[in-house]
């Protein structure tokens, strides 16, 4: 199994940037393809962007298209999430999530978690 570790989230203006770190552990991270998930108080989780074992296949929300970017670093086991131009409705716990084969919007598909980081979004 892999492990997954998020950092990087805090508080931020409107309008502000902040990116997300998942660290892996394991020497088969890039066997993975890589999701990024966020659950807002009282909302279902929702899908927010994904990445193929070899960074050439990203899919994104359309909620955050154009403004959130993810990437892997697979030399770093370390999969980040770039978040610009940020809404108060992108407050919420964002989670890391790791499956084998094809990246997805799936939550149910990805069998390894992160314990989440929070993103706090001010007007």
């Known amino acids: 199994q892999v492990q997954l570790v998020e950092s990087g989230g805090g508080l931020v203006q409107a309008g502000g940037s902040l990116r997300l770190s998942c660290a892996a552990s394991?020497?088969?991270?890039?066997?993975?393809?890589m999701g990024w998930f966020r659950q807002a108080p009282g909302k279902e989780r929702e899908f927010v962007a994904s990445i193929g074992r070899n960074g050439a296949t990203t899919l994104v929300a359309a909620s955050v298209n154009g403004r959130f970017t993810i990437s892997r670093d697979n030399a770093k086991n370390t999969v980040y999430l770039y978040m610009n131009s940020l809404k108060p409705d992108d407050t919420a716990v964002y989670y890391c999530?790791?499956?084998?084969?094809?990246?997805?919007?799936?939550?149910?598909?990805?069998?390894?978690w992160g314990q989440g980081t929070q993103a706090t979004v001010s007007s």
């Open positions: 999530a790791a499956k084998e084969g094809v990246p997805g919007g799936s939550a149910e598909r990805y069998p390894y």
């Open positions: 394991g020497r088969t991270f890039s066997s993975y393809a």
